[in-house]
């Protein structure tokens, strides 16, 4: 399984207004509703609202991600957001989270999206990258650096 694989170029959003966590959360969610309408907006953000409360998902280095399972679909989205200057989501490293990877999976999945997650911390982990991620601004080219990182 690969990160560039799973990421689906319509739902890789920049330039992210700075809100307060939750607000940030709803917006993020909201959009890939309007790209992918079969997915029930108050579903979603009842359920990675839930997951938020119980222990952020901000990990070090500006990543956070967002994550949770979902009935009633039948395949795993991953979105990415951007929001260049940042957002409290309270990280390890109490820097701004700037980059969010948003997953969205089956019910019926079991731990499928633990090894998302291993996934983007693999590629991520490296300090210099994020600079190099930021830097970026069109979703074929950030695709692209994805699976040239992986």
Same mark, same amino acid.
């Given at each position: 399984? /690969?990160? #560039? @694989?799973?990421?689906?170029? @319509?739902?890789?959003?920049?330039?992210?207004?700075?809100?307060? /966590?939750? !607000?940030?959360?709803?917006?993020?969610?909201?959009?890939?509703?309007?790209? /992918?309408?079969?997915?029930? @907006?108050?579903?979603?953000?009842? +359920?990675?609202?839930?997951?938020? @409360?119980?222990?952020?998902?901000?990990?070090?280095?500006?990543?956070?991600?967002?994550?949770?399972?979902?009935?009633?679909?039948?395949?795993?989205? +991953?979105?990415?957001?951007?929001? !260049?200057?940042?957002?409290?989501?309270?990280?390890?490293?109490? +820097?701004?989270?700037?980059?969010?990877?948003?997953?969205?999976?089956?019910?019926?999945?079991?731990?499928?999206?633990?090894?998302?997650? /291993?996934?983007? #911390?693999?590629?991520?982990?490296?300090?210099?990258?994020?600079?190099?991620?930021?830097?970026?601004?069109?979703?074929? !080219?950030?695709?692209?650096?994805?699976?040239?990182?992986?």
């Amino acid at each position: 399984m /690969k990160l #560039s @694989e799973l990421m689906d170029q @319509e739902l890789i959003f920049f330039n992210l207004p700075s809100l307060e /966590k939750v !607000d940030f959360l709803k917006k993020l969610i909201s959009l890939i509703v309007e790209r /992918k309408s079969h997915l029930n @907006e108050s579903i979603v953000s009842e +359920l990675i609202l839930k997951r938020e @409360e119980l222990c952020s998902t901000a990990l070090d280095n500006h990543i956070a991600i967002p994550h949770a399972k979902i009935p009633g679909i039948d395949k795993t989205y +991953l979105s990415l957001g951007i929001c !260049d200057s940042g957002i409290a989501f309270e990280s390890i490293d109490g +820097l701004n989270t700037k980059i969010f990877i948003m997953i969205l999976h089956p019910e019926e999945t079991g731990n499928h999206h633990l090894e998302i997650l /291993k996934l983007v #911390s693999n590629l991520f982990i490296k300090k210099n990258i994020i600079a190099e991620f930021l830097a970026i601004k069109d979703s074929k !080219d950030i695709i692209k650096y994805i699976k040239n990182n992986e």
